[in-house]
């Protein structure tokens, strides 16, 4: 275990201060993933009583860096990523525009028939031909969203599946002229079945943010109807409103 040695004496931080600002670089700096160590454990590192132990960590907790949970002890609370909603961008873009290093962790595309819910959403005869588009996002290393498209046949896409390892928008815009430039969303809680949750590493039932999407091109065609998922503490969305 670390030990750690504080400053004393005259114009020095006070014992709490000094502990919790140790504590708050190794948060940021990545070396605590999930929890800190226990009160006990903290004591033993850095040779304080646990009254300092615990004022450090209840200023952290009032900061909004940690959280008690009963029965499981002191989560770190992850910076959670921000989309803007005052603009049309794909995921990667919007990771892109954020300097955010994501992975592209898992990817597949196919032709299957259309659902009831995707006929609907697509405007098409159900068990009408569509391509299917599946992809899983991590951020910095843990699992971030997995996001399902339904795109309709006339698009005629490939199912080279290196053509989506990159942005999907930028391959229709170059490669078929179409341009995605209006869609309307849906947020809302969603619970992670069996299958969400092995891709994203929670529990089934675990609560997500889910956000369905229709997308459409310049002269008013369905492009893309897309049912996104993002771990829930990892995500929010930012609205700017004006009067």
């Known amino acids: 275990m670390e030990k750690y040695i504080l400053e004393t004496g005259k114009g020095t931080s006070p014992l709490y201060a000094q502990v919790k600002e140790i504590l708050l670089k190794e948060i940021k700096d990545g070396k605590y993933k999930e929890k800190i ?3 006990k454990e903290l004591q033993e590192m850095f040779s304080v009583s646990r009254i300092t132990i615990r004022q450090a960590v209840d ?3 009032a900061e909004g ?5 009963r029965a499981k002890g002191t989560r770190i609370i992850q910076k959670k990523i921000s989309e ?7 995921f990667s873009n919007e990771m892109k525009s954020k300097n955010i290093q994501y992975q592209l962790h898992d990817l597949e595309i196919k032709v299957i028939k259309a659902n009831a819910k995707v006929a609907e959403a697509l405007e098409i005869a159900e068990n009408s031909n569509v391509f299917y588009l599946r992809k899983v996002y991590y951020v910095e290393g843990d699992p971030f969203c997995s996001i399902y498209s339904y795109l309709p046949s006339y698009l005629n896409l490939s199912i080279d599946e290196e053509i989506y390892k990159k942005s999907l928008y930028e391959y229709l815009e170059r490669e078929k002229n179409i341009i995605v430039s209006k869609s309307y ?7 992670a079945d069996e299958n969400l949750g092995r891709e994203l590493c929670i529990k089934p039932g675990s609560a997500v943010l889910f956000r369905s999407r229709r997308s459409f091109d310049q002269n008013g065609n369905h492009v893309e109807y897309s ?4 771990r ?11 009067k």
Do not use: C, H, Q, W
């Open 37 to 39: 160590p226990t009160e």
């Open 65 to 69: 860096y940690l959280v008690r949970e």
């Open 227 to 230: 049912l996104s998922y993002y």
């Open 59 to 61: 200023e952290l907790v």
């Open 185 to 191: 969303e849906d947020i809302e809680v969603g619970f």
């Open 232 to 242: 829930a503490e990892k995500y929010k969305y930012s609205l700017v409103l004006k």
């Open 84 to 90: 803007n909603m005052d603009s049309l961008r794909n």
